[in-house]
């Protein structure tokens, strides 16, 4: 799972934990367009799915 959140002026990419707490994915910077973002979460190295 992922959630993309939109702060006005960018996207950014969040992680869920084990207690469903969202932190933000540190080495994915911010995009203007959340299509950048989910094809980060499409990398088969990342661990969304």
Request: charged share 25%; net charge neutral.
């Amino acid at each position: 799972m992922a959630q993309l959140r939109y702060d006005g002026t960018r996207w950014r990419l969040y992680w869920p934990d084990r207690n469903t707490r969202w932190h933000l994915l540190q080495d994915v910077p911010a995009h203007t367009s959340p299509a950048a973002l989910l094809e980060v979460i499409d990398e088969p190295n990342r661990a969304f799915w």
